[in-house]
Protein backbone atom coordinates (compact mmCIF):
# COMPACT_ATOMS: atom_id res chain seq x y z
CA UNK A 1 0.00 0.00 0.00
CA UNK A 2 1.44 3.44 -0.72
CA UNK A 3 1.86 5.70 1.88
CA UNK A 4 0.00 8.52 0.08
CA UNK A 5 -3.30 6.24 0.00
CA UNK A 6 -2.85 5.23 3.71
CA UNK A 7 -6.67 5.82 5.49
CA UNK A 8 -4.66 7.75 8.32
CA UNK A 9 -8.23 9.18 9.55
CA UNK A 10 -9.42 5.86 9.55
CA UNK A 11 -7.08 4.48 11.82
CA UNK A 12 -7.37 7.46 13.82
CA UNK A 13 -11.16 6.22 14.39
CA UNK A 14 -10.15 2.87 14.75
CA UNK A 15 -7.68 3.14 17.43
CA UNK A 16 -10.04 5.35 19.07
CA UNK A 17 -12.54 3.11 19.00
CA UNK A 18 -10.21 -0.34 20.43
CA UNK A 19 -8.90 1.97 23.35
CA UNK A 20 -12.73 2.38 24.42
CA UNK A 21 -14.63 -0.33 22.64
CA UNK A 22 -17.18 1.76 22.02
CA UNK A 23 -18.90 3.68 19.22
CA UNK A 24 -20.33 5.92 21.43
CA UNK A 25 -17.12 6.87 23.42
CA UNK A 26 -14.88 7.22 20.45
CA UNK A 27 -17.06 9.60 18.97
CA UNK A 28 -16.97 11.99 21.92
CA UNK A 29 -13.20 11.65 21.95
CA UNK A 30 -13.53 12.77 18.15
CA UNK A 31 -16.19 14.85 18.35
CA UNK A 32 -18.01 12.98 15.81
CA UNK A 33 -21.10 10.83 15.58
CA UNK A 34 -21.26 7.21 16.63
CA UNK A 35 -22.59 6.54 12.99
CA UNK A 36 -19.05 8.43 11.63
CA UNK A 37 -17.38 6.23 13.59
CA UNK A 38 -19.22 3.26 12.12
CA UNK A 39 -18.48 4.14 8.97
CA UNK A 40 -15.14 5.37 8.85
CA UNK A 41 -14.95 1.50 10.54
CA UNK A 42 -16.13 -0.17 7.62
CA UNK A 43 -14.40 1.54 5.16
CA UNK A 44 -11.12 1.07 7.02
CA UNK A 45 -12.01 -2.63 6.97
CA UNK A 46 -13.40 -2.69 3.09
CA UNK A 47 -9.82 -1.11 2.36
CA UNK A 48 -7.86 -3.91 4.52
CA UNK A 49 -9.96 -6.52 3.70
CA UNK A 50 -10.57 -7.89 7.26
CA UNK A 51 -12.78 -7.48 10.35
CA UNK A 52 -11.68 -5.67 12.82
CA UNK A 53 -14.35 -5.49 15.70
CA UNK A 54 -17.11 -8.46 16.58
CA UNK A 55 -20.21 -7.76 18.60
CA UNK A 56 -20.85 -9.98 21.58
CA UNK A 57 -22.96 -10.17 24.56
CA UNK A 58 -20.45 -8.29 26.31
CA UNK A 59 -20.12 -5.62 23.77
CA UNK A 60 -17.53 -5.00 21.19
CA UNK A 61 -14.38 -7.17 20.71
CA UNK A 62 -11.14 -7.30 18.89
CA UNK A 63 -10.74 -9.54 16.10
CA UNK A 64 -7.37 -11.60 16.37
CA UNK A 65 -6.55 -9.15 12.67
CA UNK A 66 -7.11 -6.04 14.79
CA UNK A 67 -5.28 -7.12 17.94
CA UNK A 68 -2.37 -8.05 15.75
CA UNK A 69 -2.17 -4.30 13.99
CA UNK A 70 -3.08 -2.51 17.17
CA UNK A 71 0.55 -2.27 18.94
CA UNK A 72 2.19 -1.09 15.45
CA UNK A 73 -0.56 1.35 14.45
CA UNK A 74 -0.16 3.20 18.36
CA UNK A 75 3.39 3.44 17.97
CA UNK A 76 3.13 4.81 14.39
CA UNK A 77 0.50 7.78 15.99
CA UNK A 78 3.88 8.34 18.86
CA UNK A 79 6.21 8.47 16.44
CA UNK A 80 3.59 11.14 14.56
CA UNK A 81 3.48 13.33 17.56
CA UNK A 82 7.37 12.89 18.02
CA UNK A 83 7.69 14.17 14.19
CA UNK A 84 5.34 17.09 14.76
CA UNK A 85 7.21 18.24 17.81
CA UNK A 86 10.21 18.32 16.31
CA UNK A 87 9.07 20.04 13.48
CA UNK A 88 7.27 22.48 16.11
CA UNK A 89 11.00 22.88 17.63
CA UNK A 90 12.11 24.94 14.72
CA UNK A 91 9.22 27.44 15.95
CA UNK A 92 11.38 28.26 19.09
CA UNK A 93 14.67 28.63 17.04
CA UNK A 94 16.05 31.84 17.59
CA UNK A 95 17.07 32.24 14.13
CA UNK A 96 15.55 34.37 11.98
CA UNK A 97 16.06 35.08 7.97
CA UNK A 98 14.80 38.17 6.76
CA UNK A 99 14.28 40.00 3.55
CA UNK A 100 13.97 43.84 3.24
CA UNK A 101 14.67 46.73 0.76
CA UNK A 102 18.22 47.92 1.27
CA UNK A 103 17.31 51.02 2.09
CA UNK A 104 14.80 50.22 4.77
CA UNK A 105 16.91 48.41 6.37
CA UNK A 106 19.74 50.84 6.94
CA UNK A 107 17.13 53.89 7.73
CA UNK A 108 14.70 51.49 9.48
CA UNK A 109 14.99 48.27 10.32
CA UNK A 110 18.13 47.57 11.25
CA UNK A 111 18.27 49.97 14.41
CA UNK A 112 15.12 47.78 15.60
CA UNK A 113 16.69 44.41 15.17
CA UNK A 114 19.71 45.83 17.32
CA UNK A 115 17.35 46.37 19.98
CA UNK A 116 15.16 43.36 19.57
CA UNK A 117 18.80 41.19 19.78
CA UNK A 118 19.65 43.84 22.48
CA UNK A 119 16.36 42.19 24.87
CA UNK A 120 16.90 39.04 23.64
CA UNK A 121 21.06 38.11 23.07
CA UNK A 122 20.68 34.62 21.64
CA UNK A 123 18.89 35.73 18.79
CA UNK A 124 20.70 35.38 15.43
CA UNK A 125 19.18 37.28 11.75
CA UNK A 126 20.05 36.20 8.07
CA UNK A 127 19.54 39.70 5.97
CA UNK A 128 18.19 39.45 2.27
CA UNK A 129 17.92 42.51 0.19
CA UNK A 130 15.22 42.78 -2.77
CA UNK A 131 11.51 43.28 -2.47
CA UNK A 132 10.38 40.14 -4.16
CA UNK A 133 12.23 37.51 -2.55
CA UNK A 134 10.73 33.92 -2.79
CA UNK A 135 9.47 32.69 1.00
CA UNK A 136 9.77 28.92 -0.06
CA UNK A 137 13.38 29.71 -2.11
CA UNK A 138 14.96 31.86 0.14
CA UNK A 139 13.50 30.03 3.52
CA UNK A 140 12.43 33.34 4.84
CA UNK A 141 10.27 33.61 8.38
CA UNK A 142 9.37 37.32 7.07
CA UNK A 143 9.31 39.86 4.60
CA UNK A 144 9.22 43.71 4.48
CA UNK A 145 7.92 45.11 1.58
CA UNK A 146 6.76 48.88 -0.17
CA UNK A 147 3.25 47.94 -1.46
CA UNK A 148 -0.53 48.61 -1.18
CA UNK A 149 -1.22 45.47 0.89
CA UNK A 150 -0.35 41.72 2.10
CA UNK A 151 -2.06 40.35 -0.67
CA UNK A 152 -2.57 36.06 -0.18
CA UNK A 153 -0.27 36.56 2.71
CA UNK A 154 -0.34 37.40 6.16
CA UNK A 155 0.59 41.19 7.71
CA UNK A 156 1.23 43.91 9.34
CA UNK A 157 1.71 48.00 8.04
CA UNK A 158 4.34 49.18 9.70
CA UNK A 159 3.17 52.56 9.12
CA UNK A 160 0.53 54.82 7.88
CA UNK A 161 0.90 55.25 3.74
CA UNK A 162 2.13 58.56 3.97
CA UNK A 163 4.82 60.41 1.34
CA UNK A 164 6.39 63.14 1.53
CA UNK A 165 8.41 65.42 -0.84
CA UNK A 166 11.41 66.29 0.52
CA UNK A 167 15.20 67.81 -0.70
CA UNK A 168 18.55 68.89 0.97
CA UNK A 169 18.62 72.92 1.95
CA UNK A 170 21.15 73.66 -1.15
CA UNK A 171 19.18 71.33 -3.60
CA UNK A 172 17.93 72.65 -7.19
CA UNK A 173 14.44 72.55 -7.74
CA UNK A 174 14.45 69.56 -9.95
CA UNK A 175 12.80 66.25 -9.75
CA UNK A 176 14.15 62.67 -8.85
CA UNK A 177 12.20 60.10 -10.52
CA UNK A 178 11.95 56.73 -9.35
CA UNK A 179 9.44 53.65 -10.23
CA UNK A 180 7.02 53.94 -7.24
CA UNK A 181 6.72 57.66 -7.17
CA UNK A 182 4.64 59.42 -10.14
CA UNK A 183 5.83 62.79 -10.79
CA UNK A 184 3.80 65.80 -11.90
CA UNK A 185 2.44 66.07 -15.57
CA UNK A 186 4.83 67.36 -18.40
CA UNK A 187 7.77 67.39 -15.71
CA UNK A 188 11.17 66.50 -17.05
CA UNK A 189 13.38 64.80 -13.94
CA UNK A 190 16.90 65.57 -13.84
CA UNK A 191 17.99 62.35 -12.16
CA UNK A 192 16.14 58.85 -12.85
CA UNK A 193 16.91 56.09 -10.58
CA UNK A 194 15.66 52.67 -9.61
CA UNK A 195 14.24 52.30 -6.55
CA UNK A 196 13.28 54.32 -3.26
CA UNK A 197 16.86 53.76 -1.86
CA UNK A 198 18.50 55.15 -4.46
CA UNK A 199 16.00 58.41 -4.71
CA UNK A 200 16.73 58.74 -0.77
CA UNK A 201 20.46 58.96 -1.35
CA UNK A 202 20.11 61.29 -4.16
CA UNK A 203 18.00 64.14 -2.07
CA UNK A 204 20.28 63.86 0.85
CA UNK A 205 23.18 64.52 -1.68
CA UNK A 206 21.68 67.63 -3.09
CA UNK A 207 20.61 66.37 -6.55
CA UNK A 208 16.93 67.38 -6.47
CA UNK A 209 14.04 66.61 -4.85
CA UNK A 210 12.25 63.24 -4.92
CA UNK A 211 8.25 61.52 -3.19
CA UNK A 212 9.20 58.89 -0.77
CA UNK A 213 7.35 57.04 1.95
CA UNK A 214 8.00 59.40 5.30
CA UNK A 215 8.98 56.57 7.36
CA UNK A 216 11.90 56.04 4.78
CA UNK A 217 12.94 59.23 5.43
CA UNK A 218 12.08 59.75 9.29
CA UNK A 219 15.88 59.63 9.97
CA UNK A 220 17.21 61.84 7.40
CA UNK A 221 14.26 64.43 8.63
CA UNK A 222 15.28 64.44 11.94
CA UNK A 223 19.13 64.66 11.51
CA UNK A 224 18.45 67.58 9.33
CA UNK A 225 19.96 66.46 6.09
CA UNK A 226 16.37 66.58 4.44
CA UNK A 227 13.59 68.70 4.65
CA UNK A 228 10.00 68.78 3.89
CA UNK A 229 8.37 70.31 0.65
CA UNK A 230 5.39 68.84 0.27
CA UNK A 231 3.10 67.01 2.70
CA UNK A 232 2.70 64.57 4.44
CA UNK A 233 -0.49 62.93 1.93
CA UNK A 234 -2.44 59.84 1.74
CA UNK A 235 -0.25 57.46 -0.33
CA UNK A 236 -1.21 53.82 -1.81
CA UNK A 237 2.08 52.21 -0.61
CA UNK A 238 3.12 51.11 2.75
CA UNK A 239 5.89 49.20 4.30
CA UNK A 240 4.29 45.96 5.17
CA UNK A 241 5.84 43.04 7.30
CA UNK A 242 4.34 39.91 5.71
CA UNK A 243 4.76 36.16 5.63
CA UNK A 244 2.49 32.90 4.35
CA UNK A 245 0.16 32.33 7.08
CA UNK A 246 2.21 28.82 8.43
CA UNK A 247 5.13 31.26 9.28
CA UNK A 248 3.08 34.19 11.05
CA UNK A 249 2.02 31.58 13.37
CA UNK A 250 4.90 30.60 14.58
CA UNK A 251 5.97 31.66 17.78
CA UNK A 252 9.05 33.23 17.40
CA UNK A 253 7.54 35.21 14.18
CA UNK A 254 4.70 35.95 16.21
CA UNK A 255 7.53 38.01 18.99
CA UNK A 256 9.31 39.66 16.37
CA UNK A 257 6.30 41.20 14.70
CA UNK A 258 4.99 42.74 17.80
CA UNK A 259 8.30 43.78 18.90
CA UNK A 260 9.00 45.70 15.34
CA UNK A 261 4.84 46.49 14.74
CA UNK A 262 4.98 48.26 18.27
CA UNK A 263 8.13 50.32 17.13
Known amino acids: MKRTHLPLNALRVFDAAAR ?4 TRAADELAVTPAAVGQQIRA ?3 VLGVVLFRRTSKGLEL ?3 A ?27 HFYTIAAPRE ?26 GDEVDFTEA ?16 GVQLAPAQRVVVASAEAPDEWIAWPGAPLPDG ?9 AGQALASAIAGL ?53 SGQ
Open 208 to 260: GKAMLPLLLCEEALEAGRLKILEGPEEGRRAYWLVAPRPQWRQKKVKTLVAFL
Open 187 to 195: VEPALQVGN
Open 104 to 129: FYAQWLAQRLAAFRAANPEVRYQLIG
Open 20 to 23: HLSF
Open 44 to 46: LED
Open 63 to 65: TDE
Open 67 to 93: EAGLDPLREGFLRFEESVQAMQAGQSS
Open 139 to 154: NLDVAIRLTEGPDELE
